[in-house]
């Protein structure tokens, strides 16, 4: 059973930067980020694969989003960049993905609201 506790969410301007961060019970080699906009389906935002060294940001995000993993603190943060209205959404934390690129993980944490306003 792998625990995560996110923390970072909050509300900003559109343009604005903020950073999600997640910290994590038990090591996954795969982890990331989904987010579920009101109204629409979760999707993956970004994911890293430790053992492997490799990243994926969705295409809605990409340039503006990074993924980090930092193994001494047992955290894996979200850097959001240029925040748009349309990023607003419950972000999760995920572990153990069950395909490459995620979409779907195993665990989840209890999410934290991000609000873009223009």
């Known amino acids: 059973q792998v625990q995560l506790v996110e923390s970072g969410g909050g509300s900003v301007q559109a343009g604005e930067s903020l950073t999600l961060s997640c910290e994590y019970s038990h090591f996954n080699p795969c982890m990331g980020w989904v987010r579920q906009i009101e109204g629409k389906e979760r999707e993956g935002v970004a994911a890293?694969?430790?053992?492997?060294?490799?990243?994926y940001v969705a295409d809605p995000v990409k340039g503006r989003f990074r993924i980090s993993h930092d193994h001494a603190k047992k955290t894996v943060s979200l850097q959001m960049n240029s925040l748009r209205p349309e990023d607003t959404a419950k972000y999760y934390c995920?572990?153990?993905?069950?395909?490459?690129?995620?979409?779907?993980?195993?665990?989840y944490g209890q999410g934290t609201q991000v609000t873009v306003s223009s």
């Open positions: 890293i694969y430790v053992g492997g060294g490799t990243d």
């Open positions: 995920a572990a153990e993905c069950t395909a490459w690129p995620p979409n779907e993980y195993k665990y």
